[in-house]
């Protein structure tokens, strides 16, 4: 089915099951401890051996010799693969770094071997019989210092201009220019990097934990050299991926490459210290914004320009994306940098560019208002946009940025924030408000489905798309049962498997919404089909309550299928309505904080996002959604930092001791509120993405409040006590 003009009025417009806040179907598997996760999947693979990961202990450099004499001999093993043994190994597509190293490493903890054992214990003391000696390389480990290095990104995004800004800015009444850094991140998913690999014949079998089955599904036969269709994936449940696990990672092959030369099928789970180094991260950024404005709050110019740094070949953290659409101004322009680290690979991590540029942009927008003497929320109304900056004859699609704005001022109490920074106190504590918008791009892309009508009068709904704990099995069984007139429990949903239709697969906020377009489009062929057998007219044919209706003739729906299942398979396709129009979500954060006037500990005290993100398809799973962006962005704000050794070239505090996360306690009160809204513009399902936008704009907001609470004004994430206890207001007098 193509979607290249706005969406009608259609079955999914009933609402009797797609709206609705439903509980997740899967949670009861998910709480019985019943849902099969990728290393737990004793049932399909019951005598597997297991694989350990040997990473490299320099950052750059060569293996000079490895030894895996002694690993052999150990009690257990079955094999050591290395790279002198794998057999010739491409790249796949979307790793920068190989996943398998030798002789050449190129960042620490780059698996240079895997053990394979018949217990786990025995490949874990085996493997540290490995002996591997490196030649190391000088490295650049440094974004800092890196910094003058840096180039345009080959192939990437362009530098953006639109007017004059350089004249724009030196003639404005009032300006700003300010440096803000953000820190390496990590996905830290509860669920490590885990594969169970099982060869039959020149076919191979992964049980996985993987956000894109079928982008990682041509990337392992790529990196193996074999057929893509001698190649499976299964991954019906992840915990957790947040970008982490949408490509090929070194659990995926060394598990492929130690079941064949085992000749048994091998589990491995990366280490944890293993999956900040030798998986992705989001890479560091050194951002710059100026901006200028006259003294009635109109933004004339505005500038944002972002260094990153990544691996040869890698890309840049795209942090001035949401610059070039956020607010107006007639005079602009970004610029992206470039810098080669030695670090691990820099990748996607829960709204890429957005997340790490919102940090920078909402902080400067609060830095202006103050200088013009506005009000936060006033000075982003000010500069509202309903086209986009950068082509005002493109309009979006939907844009009520305002009215989230004014919403959430409302709801939250902000007539209340402090007027004067540092000047509220409860006690011991110095009480605060901040607020930042929120903003993420909608994609739409490709997405398949099949639909079969049994003769029970079930209906099961089979893609590879996959649910890494957002509710992909709800709302995919929600658009099924609304489509075809069905209860949500008279419908199965099977994910996350490669024989199943491709679909958009979870990640940049493009999954629910595409995912159930295909269903959409796979539903309407299997209802023509229905129809048709019934001796129906499909045009006129309704469904519901588990009939057919044509002229108010009912027909049960399991007679279509009483000699036979009736089956449809479908994909959804897009025109140009993303050229026509500019397709965003929008939204507003608003965070309370206390300080401890002593001590400059903080303390978030409660949250509240408002969004407009077209049809919210299931309201549960999508405040879920919000809370758990809205969690992680204040991690970013107050502790999320992958400290770099600069000597050594690694991330140090690589596990979740020291790398620390929010928890429940740290955020008392969370609120989401969703505007009543439609994209019709988007897909059939009028929806758009939530689980990203969520994030986007917190950790600003929450910066904004430690600066209306304390008047301390910190621009280097993460917020941390040291960054502000020696410039606090004083305890008495």
């Known amino acids: 089915m193509k979607f290249d003009t706005p969406a009608t009025t259609n079955p999914i417009d ?30 399909a693979v019951p005598d597997h051996a297991y694989g350990y990961v040997v990473g490299s202990a320099i950052a750059k450099g060569r293996i000079t010799a490895i030894d895996t004499t002694r690993a052999k001999r150990a009690p257990g093993v079955l094999t050591v693969v290395t790279a002198q043994n794998a057999g010739k190994l491409g790249k796949g597509k979307f ?76 003639a404005s009444a009032v300006t700003l220019d300010q440096t803000y850094t953000t820190p390496d991140h990590s996905h830290a998913m509860m669920e490590p990097h885990a594969t169970i690999a099982a060869w039959d014949g020149d076919k191979v079998t992964l049980w996985t934990s993987n ?29 957790g991926g947040f970008g982490g696990k949408l490509f090929l990672r070194a659990d995926a092959l060394l598990a492929a490459l130690g079941a064949r030369a085992a000749g048994r099928p091998v589990a491995v789970a990366l280490q944890r210290p293993l999956i900040a180094n030798n998986t992705t991260h989001r890479p560091a950024t050194i951002q710059r914004l100026r901006m200028g404005a006259s003294k009635d709050g109109k933004i004339e110019a ?25 607010y107006a101004g007639a005079h602009r322009m970004t610029a992206m940098r470039l810098a080669t680290l030695d670090l691990p690979e820099g990748n996607a991590m829960r709204a890429p560019g957005e997340a790490s540029g919102m940090m920078a942009l909402e902080i400067a927008i609060d830095e202006m208002a103050e200088k013009l003497g506005m009000d936060p929320v006033e000075f982003r109304v000010r500069n509202d946009t309903q086209v986009d900056p ?37 006690g011991r504590w110095l009480v605060g408000m901040g607020m930042a918008a929120a903003f993420r791009n909608n994609l739409v892309t490709k997405s398949g489905a099949r639909v079969r009508l049994e003769r029970s009068g079930r209906l099961v709904v089979e893609t590879d798309m996959t649910d890494i704990g957002t509710g992909s099995y709800t709302i995919i069984g929600q658009t099924a049962a609304e489509m075809l007139g069905l209860p949500l429990s008279g419908v199965d949903v099977r994910l996350g498997d490669s024989s199943f239709p491709v679909s958009a697969g979870s990640g940049g906020q493009w999954g629910g919404n595409s995912s159930t377009a295909g269903v959409y489009a796979a539903c309407m062929k299997l209802r023509e089909a229905i129809a048709t057998t019934l001796g129906l007219d499909p045009a006129k044919a309704s469904f519901e309550d588990g009939q057919v209706v044509v002229d108010g003739r009912r027909v049960p729906l399991a007679q279509a299928a009483a000699n036979g299942d009736v089956v449809a398979e479908d994909a959804m396709e897009y025109g140009d309505l993303d050229k026509r129009y500019q397709q965003s979500t929008f939204g507003a954060h608003f965070v309370e904080v206390r300080v401890d006037a002593a001590t400059a500990e903080i303390r978030i005290q409660r949250m509240l996002a408002v969004c407009a993100a077209g049809r919210i398809l299931n309201p549960k799973s999508a405040r879920s959604q919000v809370i758990g962006a809205m969690t992680m962005g204040a991690g970013a704000a107050l502790m999320e930092e992958l400290v770099v050794d600069k000597r050594l070239g690694f991330f140090v505090n690589h596990d979740l001791a020291g790398y620390e996360v929010p928890v429940h306690a740290d955020i008392p009160h969370q609120e989401v509120v969703f505007l009543d809204e439609t994209d019709p513009i988007s897909s059939p399902m009028k929806a758009k993405g939530v689980g990203e936008l969520g994030i986007c704009g917190v950790a600003a907001a929450v910066a904004n409040a430690v600066y209306n609470a304390t008047g301390v004004r910190v621009r280097d994430y993460p917020i941390t006590l040291d960054k502000i206890i020696g410039r606090l207001p004083p305890v008495a007098g």
Not at 34 to 42: G, K
Not at 212 to 225: E, F, H
Request: aromatic share 8%.
């Open 14 to 43: 009933r609402l009797k099951v797609v709206g609705q806040p439903t509980d997740r179907i899967d949670g009861p598997l998910k709480t019985t401890g019943t849902a099969h996760y990728a290393y737990e999947r004793h049932d």
């Open 95 to 170: 790793n920068t770094a190989r996943l398998l190293g030798g002789p050449d490493v190129e960042h620490y903890h780059q698996a240079v071997a895997v053990v394979v054992a018949e217990t786990f214990e025995q490949a874990r003391a085996a493997a540290q019989l490995v002996r591997v000696d490196y030649t190391r390389s000088k490295g650049q480990f440094d974004l800092a210092a890196a910094k003058a290095t840096a180039k345009k990104p080959d192939g990437g995004k362009p530098d953006t201009a639109v007017g004059n800004f350089d004249a724009a800015f030196a």
């Open 211 to 239: 956000q894109m089955i079928d982008w990682s599904r041509g990337d392992v036969a790529k990196t193996l050299g074999i057929p893509k269709e001698n190649v499976r994936l299964v991954s019906p449940y992840i915990g």
């Open 302 to 326: 505005i500038a944002h320009e972002s260094w990153s740094g990544n691996l040869p070949e890698g890309d840049p953290e795209t942090a001035v994306e949401q610059t070039r659409l956020l």
């Open 390 to 426: 950068e082509k005002p004859t493109r309009p979006f699609s939907q844009r009520r940025l305002v009215e989230c704005l004014r919403t959430g001022a409302s709801r939250f109490g902000w007539d209340r924030r402090p007027q004067r920074p540092g000047g509220t106190r409860d």
